[in-house]
């Protein structure tokens, strides 16, 4: 199996310090584009969208801690065991976390966005705009447990 390397664009500053499982929907923060890497045009345009899709790394969650197999989501007996591909926790292979979150304003190499779940100083990893065009085409289905998690998650 090939492996990659990736090198983040730029981290996350502010918002919150811990990752706590919910009420992400106010936390407000910015991410900050490397300078050594990019100028402001990176971000041109980008303030013309309401919403970016954010890519970034749970750099925190240690290699003991990665779940290859099926759990409980949050470790709640009450609802069922589905493998780490059925879900959307931090403790995934690689590590990627990945948030539709609304923008609030570019500022050269800063865009302020508004609901990324991710903890201050997290490496973002990519930044793309929403699209309606890449929306779910038709109705989106999900099992009633995973209703239930995000009940309080914004």
């Not at 106010?26 to 954010?54: C, K, M, N, W, Y």
């Not at 690689?94 to 903890?119: F, K, P, Y």
């Amino acid at each position: 199996m090939t492996s990659f390397t990736l090198t983040p664009i730029g981290h996350v500053d502010g918002g919150r310090a811990e990752a706590i499982d919910d009420d992400w929907g106010a936390s407000r923060a910015l991410i900050r584009l490397d300078p050594a890497r990019f100028t402001p045009a990176a971000l041109l345009g980008l303030d013309a969208f309401s919403h970016a899709e954010v890519v970034f790394l749970f750099d925190r969650v240690g290699d003991d801690e990665i779940s290859t197999g099926a759990r409980h989501p949050r470790g709640n007996p009450d609802w069922p065991r589905v493998g780490i591909f059925a879900q959307r926790g931090k403790n995934r292979p690689n590590r990627l976390g990945v948030t539709i979150c609304r923008i609030i304003g570019v500022d050269g190499l800063a865009l302020a966005v508004e609901g990324l779940d991710a903890i201050h100083g997290t490496p973002v990893l990519d930044i793309k705009p929403v699209m309606a065009g890449f929306l779910p085409r038709g109705p989106v289905r999900e099992p009633d447990w995973a209703r239930a998690i995000m009940a309080d998650y914004w």
